[in-house]
């Protein structure tokens, strides 16, 4: 099992995040707070619209905060200091057809972050970095559209991980994948969770992703969480709300396929 | 060497940043070759830059030199295949030698009109609100202007003269790239890979130079190309009002300027060089047009 965790390494409090546009409030996440240990690896599952996405570019300061707290390591975050915060937290976005730029070779997306941080041995860096995520060294200096998208994906996570961060946002990763490759896009980020020591928040409206990949579990609805949910509640189907049960109801046949399969 | 020098140039794998950038700029010169009157116009410009790089070559007299005794003389007369001009000077020699200063003009003004474009474009499109309010404004003013009245003005205070009306074309010219590049800017400003340098750490500057204007600099190159045109037609249209390159060099508005006076009477004092400003235009235009298929992001494979 599981070490047992230590601290709260992810903390968020009460935390809203509202919208203004041309006069019109909307209240995207409303009072949620979660906790993640070190090394966790922790799922937001909900409808889209609920609001699970919006935490995540919340931590990154990409969405406005209205009210509430997020503390990384007990320090609240500081996105202003933008080089601190990139070396610990890192994002991979949903879609790894947009995320790459179309005019950089996989060897300037990948020594980018090195550059901005003048990192030395930005050679050895690259190489190593393609190797983890499992692609040939001959792909350093190909452009994105020279390759497929799961290899697109595996490009933007070797990108997050440039700087050796401690904590990996996932949105969303392999919703925009076929259903083989998601499999094994989960399964390399599993692994380099265990290598690199990460700890994940990952959004996902997929039950079957999620269980994958996730100790701990909240759902969310309307930008409220409904109910926090451990691995082991989830496989034996004991949700307290209703809402939880009809999602888990819509992807359990999914997930006990994948089960059977592998 | 056991491959082909196309084989290294197509190479799905290239083994270094050069090779890589060297193989999309063979693809692109690839697709742009399909495009006939694309090539037709690069085949113009080629012509144009032999002709202004070896002048004395092509030309058959000196641009010079005035034989009165031989003023005026039509086309076809041997010796002087495109006539001569009021002066007896040859005026194909001067066609030739006029090909310097167009060329001279044109790069002058490349160099320059785009660049400061693109800076002010991408800045306020990346920035937003009020950056973006005042510099649009300021360009709004410029564009308002009709760009030969505004560098009219502009030579008339700082005096004629071939640097001065590059300067003034070229303050003039910016305001179309700076639109360009704005709506370029804005179109990539919020997408994936932008917010995912920014999480990277990268500053501003950084974003802008290293990651927003190589989006835009496709469509400001084929506006460029497409403007060129423009461009020798104001350099001639300052010629022809005395106010940009002064005589006796042969610049080719000039040229149309002193034919004017017996335009009825001997026309190809005046045609000569128009038909040469008519296609060397004419094969910035072809050339820009087949640029747009090949450069267009919207229209190259993602």
């Known amino acids: 099992m599981r070490d047992v965790i230590e601290s709260d390494f992810i903390e968020i409090d009460n935390l809203s995040v509202t919208f203004e546009a041309k006069g019109r409030r909307v209240h995207a996440v409303q009072n949620v707070s979660l906790s993640v240990g070190a090394k966790q690896s922790f799922g937001l599952v909900g409808e889209s619209g609920s609001g699970k996405s919006t935490i995540l570019r919340a931590i990154c300061g990409l969405a406005p905060v209205s009210g509430g707290a997020i503390r990384i390591a007990g320090e609240p975050v500081n996105t202003r200091n933008a080089k601190a915060f990139a070396s610990r937290v890192q994002m991979v976005f949903q879609d790894p057809y947009a995320s790459l730029h179309p005019r950089h070779t996989i060897d300037r997306t990948l020594s980018e972050p090195l550059a901005i941080h003048g990192i030395k041995g930005t050679d050895a860096r690259v190489v190593r970095a393609l190797e983890d995520v499992g692609l040939p060294a001959s792909f350093r200096f190909r452009y994105p559209h020279q390759l497929s998208g799961g290899q697109r994906q595996r490009v933007a996570i070797a990108r997050a991980l440039m700087l050796e961060p401690e904590i990996l946002l996932l949105d969303e990763p392999t919703s925009a994948l076929d259903a083989s490759v998601q499999a094994e896009v989960l399964n390399l980020l599993n692994r380099l969770r265990a290598e690199h020591g990460l700890t994940f928040l990952m959004v996902s409206h997929d039950l079957a992703v999620i269980d994958h990949m996730c100790d701990r579990i909240l759902v969310m609805q309307h930008g409220r969480a409904v109910e926090e949910l451990a691995r082991e509640d989830l496989a034996s189907a004991r949700m307290k709300t209703e809402y939880a049960r009809n999602l888990f109801a819509a992807s359990a046949d999914r997930m006990l396929g994948a089960t059977s399969k592998d | ?302």
Request: aromatic share 8%.
């Open chain 2, 1 to 302: 060497m056991t491959q082909t020098l196309s084989q290294w140039l197509t190479d799905p794998s290239p083994s270094s940043r050069a090779q890589a950038r060297i193989g999309q700029a063979w693809l692109a010169w690839l697709r742009l070759r399909r495009n006939h009157l694309a090539m037709l116009g690069l085949a113009i410009i080629v012509l144009l830059c032999a002709m202004a790089a070896f002048a004395p070559l092509f030309a058959t007299h000196d641009p010079f030199t005035q034989n009165l005794g031989q003023r005026l003389l039509p086309p076809g007369t041997p010796g002087h295949w495109l006539g001569t001009d009021d002066f007896g000077r040859d005026i194909w020699s001067r066609i030739v030698y006029g090909a310097r200063i167009t060329l001279y003009i044109i790069a002058l003004v490349a160099v320059t009109a785009p660049v400061i474009g693109l800076a002010i474009g991408t800045v306020a499109g990346y920035f937003g609100g009020i950056v973006d309010t005042v510099l649009m404004r300021i360009t709004d003013i410029f564009l308002a202007f009709p760009r030969l009245i505004l560098a009219l003005a502009l030579v008339a205070v700082l005096g004629p003269g071939i640097v001065n009306a590059v300067l003034a074309i070229a303050l003039t010219a910016w305001p179309p790239y700076a639109r360009v590049a704005r709506a370029e800017t804005l179109t990539v400003r919020n997408s994936d890979y932008i917010a995912a340098v920014r999480l990277q750490g990268a500053g501003a500057g950084r974003i802008i130079w290293g990651h927003v204007m190589p989006m835009c600099l496709p469509s400001v190159i084929i506006r460029v190309t497409l403007d060129m045109a423009g461009v020798i037609l104001i350099a001639a249209g300052l010629g022809f009002l005395g106010l940009g390159v002064q005589p006796p060099l042969p610049e080719w508005g000039l040229m149309i300027s002193s034919g004017r006076k017996f335009l009825f009477e001997q026309w190809w004092v005046a045609t000569m060089p128009g038909l040469a400003i008519f296609l060397v235009s004419l094969g910035f235009n072809l050339l820009g047009d087949g640029l747009r298929d090949v450069l267009d992001p919207r229209s190259a494979s993602r």
